[in-house]
């Protein structure tokens, strides 16, 4: 049963993944469409952030009040949501009000299903669930370079991924009986909830807490910014552009694949530093000067 569970845990963090790389690979497009300077890219970006920071300090509540199953479920329903709304807007301010709801979706089920996993199952499963993220956030932008090409445009793209993701919310309240029989909510009722500033006197938590940000920005910047740097600095075609962004998300999956196989030979801190060589080295590949376009 636990196994079947953490199957459905998987599928929804492919659904989380999917909309995280649409607003990069369509960028290019969706800018000259709607009429603003590149630069407000980061204005929608950090909407969404800002209502997966909030909903993400409300996840432990929520969680023991409705369950991790029934919460999963609703964000991302909400996120569908969000995203058709994309889907339909013609006007930058309509995108930065769907944000709001598609960031609070994902923040949400991020946070349970990160604190679900890291309680129940062993730390590999947790370098593949995020893998399983990077699945989604991989597919994505196939699916807007192919909506590129397509009369329907970066509209379609969104709507496309909105249909998914609601197909993908069926699946997850179809699966609710699973949570119950796992006996999760009545565990997570006996799980103390400590205050926000309790929690940040944790040892060792500031130290974890910047260094996730520093790779949250390297991540979020990549994402953002990689299809649109191909088009205006390479003088790539938009739709080659966007295929070539998702191989930062194929690389993420891979890596975090390979995270999960050898954490049978090394700890944690050891999964860390290596982690950071390795990307130290890639920033080194990224600024050395090339002719290549």
């Known amino acids: 049963m636990y196994a079947l569970l953490l199957t459905i845990i998987y599928i929804a963090f492919i659904s989380l993944g999917l909309p995280d790389s649409l607003v990069g690979s369509g ?11 590149l630069s407000y890219a980061g204005i929608i970006t950090m909407t969404i952030s800002v209502g997966t920071i909030f909903s993400s300090l409300m996840s432990d509540r929520l969680t023991k009040r409705f369950g991790t199953g029934m919460i999963t479920a609703v964000s991302v329903l909400t996120t569908a949501i969000a995203l058709y709304g994309f889907s339909i807007s013609n006007h930058f301010y309509l995108l930065v009000l769907w944000a709001i709801p598609y960031g609070m979706g994902a923040g949400a089920v991020d946070a349970a299903l990160n604190n679900y996993v890291a309680l129940y199952y062993a730390s590999r499963h947790m370098n593949w669930l995020h893998a ?8 994505s932008p196939n ?3 192919y909506y590129l090409l397509d009369a329907s445009g970066w509209q379609g793209g969104y709507k496309t991924v909105a249909i998914i993701q609601i197909i993908l919310t069926a699946c997850l309240f179809l699966s609710l009986p ?6 999760l909510q009545e565990t997570l009722d006996q799980t103390e909830v400590k205050p926000f500033k309790e929690t940040l006197r944790l040892k060792g938590l500031s130290f974890m807490l910047v260094t996730f940000l520093a790779y949250s920005a390297v991540e ?3 994402a953002l910014w990689a299809t649109t740097y191909l088009v205006e600095g390479r003088g790539i075609d938009v739709e080659t552009a966007a295929r070539y962004g998702a191989l930062f998300f194929v690389g993420i999956t891979a890596g975090r694949f390979l995270s999960g196989v050898v954490t049978r030979w090394f700890n944690d801190r050891q999964l860390i530093r290596i982690g950071l060589a390795v990307l130290c080295g890639g920033v080194v590949l990224i600024l050395i000067p090339t002719d290549i376009q």
């Open 178 to 183: 699973l949570w119950k029989a796992n006996g």
């Open 143 to 145: 699916i807007m370079a």
């Open 132 to 139: 399983f993220w990077g699945v989604g956030a991989a597919i």
């Open 220 to 222: 979020q910047t990549t």
């Open 27 to 37: 960028w290019p497009v969706m800018q000259r469409d709607l009429g603003v300077p």
